[in-house]
């Protein structure tokens, strides 16, 4: 008899001559351009990914899902899979209608039949879900800056499949999966979530965990959105590859989820415990602090090192799905093996080894030797073309600071240290340049200033990308504005901001424009530091006090700063 697992999953496309009807249809409809994250999350809803959902959530689904855990029905559910818009597209909806939902691209891959338009209290959703309102949770501080302020709820009808053009052979549905397990007899599968590349540890791990259920091997990493800074999906899944042979491929086999991570800790390890379990999985590794985000604004960790074990265990037969726990894996140099740290009794006569993942990120960014006891010489391979050295890779410094400050200035003078240093290409993106060529047709209120800089930091982004030195020199008022900027540079290269500290007093002083005093006439609106605020940055990487400081040694600040995070070579 087939077991459970292995039956097709619901899925929520149209059948073809339906769905091929309901395109033409659909090109009538008003239409939402879904954001990355809604794109992961649609295809996750369409295929079955995320059964029992049949669309996005509703008020009350959505506040059951918040305040328990639980949709309206009673069934489990931790996360909020939420269609958020904007304010002036939802005043223009009502409830009952039809609208069709695009890729950026703006091809329909679904409609949705709106059955709610609410706003949430996302105060209480980031206390909730994530377990504090604290902006240094990457999805706390998704939730209240980039996210829309109403949400849509209502049933889904797919239309059109995402299409990837990527690793194609490597992404399967949940039935594409169920399929193949069926094909291949396996009753009992452990499925490994990973959004890292792999290494001898994570080997040993997962042959334990499988040898443990006795049961087959699903490696099912994240090529959706992870953690902000994260190694690309493109380099991991290379990565991937070059260590599948170091399985038998009888047992083992690797599928890529198009999946948002949101780091919710224990409520993130029980929905990926139901989304594995509806990829015909039997058994899922939870690891210490599983899909944990890191440190919170007080420097500690947001949750506890076992918290997502617990839950995941109160919750697993209800999930109908067994959690195997991780092992945290050493390396014991006598014995020239990998084995458990809490089962090693003569730990204190043996050497055990382990590199931490801060450790291999400053030994790659170093160009230093990473030993093959810790990791396969092709996955290193791997590592060192997408990660350079940091002499070798592209950086961005970003100064901030009041009009009048020096920026300008401290930001040309360095341009020039730079150039004559040679080795890469340096771009100056003064604001004032960037007004002339990039912005011309922007004002000056708080919504055309954010677009400013988020314009600046994508053409700085893309320096970076490309191995080159960004230099930006704008005023950048607003604390959320340059932590988005930093987020979109961090992901090629590093991110150096630069606090040009100069009193509100010394720069209106320095007023060659007169602007301040117009400002204090009234005749400019919304002045930084007058009439409009600045957000001081909290911990910027460098601070300049340029008060009776020649601009030189400013210049040769940031030289040395540099040089200390190894970015340039002295």
């Known amino acids: 008899m087939t077991a459970e697992n292995l039956l097709p999953v619901t899925e929520l496309y149209a059948p073809f001559d339906e769905a091929e009807k309901l395109k033409q249809e659909a090109g009538q409809l008003p239409s939402w351009d879904l954001t990355p994250r809604q794109i992961c999350d649609l295809e996750l809803l369409m295929n079955g990914g995320f059964y029992p959902l049949s669309g996005f959530l509703g008020e009350a689904d959505y506040t059951s899902v918040v305040e328990n855990m639980r949709l309206a029905d009673g069934s489990l559910w931790p996360m909020p899979i939420t269609l958020d818009v904007g304010q002036d597209f939802a005043d223009a909806l009502k409830v009952g209608q039809k609208i069709a939902l695009r890729d950026l691209e703006g091809v329909i891959l679904a409609t949705i039949d709106i059955s709610d338009i609410y706003t949430p209290d996302k105060s209480k959703e980031a206390e909730m879900v994530f377990g ?26 797919g239309i059109h499949p995402i299409t990837h053009y990527d690793f194609r052979a490597r992404r399967d549905s949940p039935n594409e999966l169920r399929s193949y397990f069926r094909k291949l007899g396996w009753r009992r599968i ?4 990973t959004r890292n590349p792999l290494h001898r540890a994570h080997q040993e791990l997962t042959f334990r965990a499988a040898k443990e259920a006795q049961a087959n091997l699903l490696i099912h990493p994240i090529v959706g959105l992870t953690k902000p800074g994260d190694i690309d999906h493109f380099t991991r899944v ?46 899922f590794i939870v690891g210490r602090d599983h899909a944990g985000p890191g440190k919170n604004s007080a420097g500690e960790d947001f949750y506890g090192p076992y918290d997502a074990q617990d839950l995941f265990r109160e919750h697993q037969e209800e999930m109908g799905i067994e959690m195997v726990d991780f092992k945290h894996m050493v390396y014991v140099q006598e014995r020239a093996q990998y084995e458990p740290a809490d089962e090693i009794e003569d730990k204190d006569n043996v050497t055990v080894l382990n590199i931490s993942g801060t450790e291999l990120r400053r030994r790659l960014s ?14 290193v391979e791997e590592l060192r073309k997408s990660k350079p050295a940091r002499s070798k890779q592209g950086f961005t410094v970003f100064f901030t600071g ?15 240290k730079l150039m004559e240093m040679g080795g890469r290409p340096v771009t100056l993106l003064d604001g004032d340049i960037v007004r002339k060529n990039l912005s011309s047709e922007l004002g000056f209120s708080k919504e055309h200033r954010d677009l400013n800089i988020r314009r600046i930091g994508y053409v700085a982004s893309e320096i970076t990308k490309n191995g080159g030195i960004a230099i930006c020199a704008p005023i950048a008022p607003y ?18 901001e630069v606090h040009v500290g100069t009193s509100i007093e010394e720069c209106e002083r320095r007023d060659r424009k007169g602007l301040y005093k117009l400002a204090r006439e009234g005749k400019i609106k919304e002045f930084t530091g007058i009439s409009d605020p600045y957000d001081v940055p909290k911990n910027p990487e460098l601070f300049l006090e340029t008060e009776n400081v020649e601009v030189d040694n400013c210049a040769h600040q940031v030289i040395l700063t540099l040089e200390s995070m190894g970015l340039i070579t002295g």
């Open 132 to 157: 504090a309102d604290d902006e240094a949770h990457p999805a706390v501080n998704y939730l209240h800056n980039t996210a829309g302020a109403v949400y849509l709820g209502g049933k889904i009808t």
């Open 190 to 193: 452990v499925a490994f979530q």
């Open 238 to 283: 290379r990565c991937y590859e070059a260590v599948l042979d170091q399985y038998p491929s009888s047992t083992t086999s690797m599928s890529l989820l198009n999946l948002a991570m949101r780091m919710a800790g224990p409520r993130e390890a029980v929905w990926h415990g139901l989304i594995r379990r509806n990829h015909g999985c039997t058994h």
């Open 366 to 379: 170093e160009g230093l030797e990473i030993p093959e006891w810790f990791s396969f010489p092709t996955v």
């Open 402 to 416: 009041f009009s009048g400050s020096g920026k300008s200035t401290i930001a040309n003078a360095l341009m020039v």
């Open 479 to 496: 604390a959320t504005t340059r932590r988005a900027v930093r987020e979109d540079i961090e992901q090629f290269g590093a991110f150096i």
